[in-house]
């Protein structure tokens, strides 16, 4: 899914960007990646109650995940602190794969949470503290958290009215936020609230909502990168 590509790679690249490059970031990504496959497996074990469906995938990304974690963490090991947070996001996505009901709107927020702590744990992975790059885990923060509301409005609850408000508002809230990181910022989150104003309602197919929030991501990025920094 393009959201789920974008919500791996662009905290990852922020904080990367931000903090600087360290040759410990490529077996982070790594681990990222077969991590998120990893979850992804496990979840559907726990949705579908039949573990042995998805045993072969656990069994290829778990030991990928493990292995590639487990060198970034020898390197680094305060990464471990980031478990506290991890742990209980992670608990949220489990009960609603348990129930069956994954795209509720508190485990979408859950999963964007998890995404942007990418952002410090990047930049620990640099050698750099999560304070210096707490602009930056703020902006992506708040770009994911609206992507869950205007995604919503395009396709799962398209026509909902309570749902559009929600997203309209939202993001008018966070273009405050947004111009106080840096002013371009705050510009293209003006723009985010013009597409979640304008568009919900218009007859998009699902792909193109997916390219077009992939090249909101890439505004984002350039801009948060470019201007906000810690």
């Known amino acids: 899914q393009h959201g789920a590509w974008a919500m791996l790679l662009v905290p990852y690249l922020v904080g990367v960007l931000t903090a600087g490059f360290r040759w410990p970031h490529l077996p ?3 681990a990222w990646l077969a991590g998120y496959l990893l979850s992804y497996y496990v979840l559907q074990a726990v949705k579908s109650r039949r573990p042995r469906r998805f045993r072969a995938q656990v069994l290829l990304y778990g030991p990928v995940t493990a292995l590639l974690g487990g060198l970034v963490v020898a390197v680094r ?12 996001l992670s608990a949220v996505n489990v009960w609603y794969a348990w129930r069956r009901r994954e795209r509720a709107l508190v485990n979408d927020l859950a999963s964007v949470a998890q995404s942007c702590l990418m952002v410090p744990v990047a930049a620990t992975v640099a050698g750099v ?13 708040l ?3 609206g992507t869950v509301f205007y995604v919503k409005t395009m396709i799962r609850e ?7 408000r929600a997203s309209v508002a939202y993001h008018a809230l966070a273009v405050a936020p947004a111009a106080w990181l840096s002013l371009p910022l705050g510009v293209v989150f ?11 309602g218009r007859p998009l197919r699902p792909v193109r909502v997916g ?5 909101a991501s890439l505004v984002v990025l350039v801009t948060v990168v470019a201007t906000v920094g810690g």
């Open 77 to 88: 090991p305060q990464l471990l602190l980031y478990a506290f947070a991890y742990a209980p």
């Open 129 to 141: 503290g999560a304070g210096e790059v707490a602009g930056a885990f703020v902006a992506v923060l």
């Open 143 to 145: 770009y994911f958290t």
């Open 190 to 200: 003006l723009a985010l609230l013009a597409r979640a104003w304008v568009l919900p």
């Open 28 to 30: 982070l990504l790594g």
């Open 211 to 215: 390219l077009l929030e992939t090249a």
């Open 158 to 164: 398209r026509g909902r009215v309570g749902y559009r």
